[in-house]
């Protein structure tokens, strides 16, 4: 017979301004991680591969930073109900989509002007890219909020045991 465990309802505006803030962070160190990548390796390289690597680059920090944004905020409200995990998820995952519209747009107007401003295949890789790059993150998101509620029901658990 396993131990009853009380379950809240655990929506947690702390949890979220948590996360939005780690999650805007992360973006920002991986964006210019992946920056300093770039123009350290591949100094001239400007053209429709640099535009690609950009917005490839772009869409996974995102994602990841989403990731870790939702993690950190379903473990700060302690979630324990995976509905409550995804909603933390998500809402932290539109805080930081309409805090990073800004940023996606300018970037994703650099990749256009990058040199190929004339190219009409760039400009769509650039508009894929801005739908991607929020998608994808709410994906990550999701995730985030699921992966953290597993962990604090195996923390509530253990807790739950040792009493």
Known sequence: MGVALPVRVR??????????????????????????????????????????AIAVWLVLSFAAAAFGGAWTAAGGARALRRRDGVLQGVVTWAAMTILGTPMIGSLMRDVIRSGLAGDPSLVKLAAWGAFAVPAIGLGAAILG???????????????????
Do not use: K
């Open 11 to 52: 929506v947690s505006a702390r949890g979220v301004l948590a996360g939005i803030l780690v999650g805007i962070a992360l973006t920002a160190l991986l964006v210019a991680l992946g920056a300093a990548i770039g123009v350290t390796a591949f100094p001239r390289a400007i053209g429709r591969s640099s535009g690609i």
């Open 145 to 163: 909020g699921l992966v953290a509620v597993a962990r604090e029901r195996r923390v509530a658990r253990r807790t739950a045991e040792t009493r």
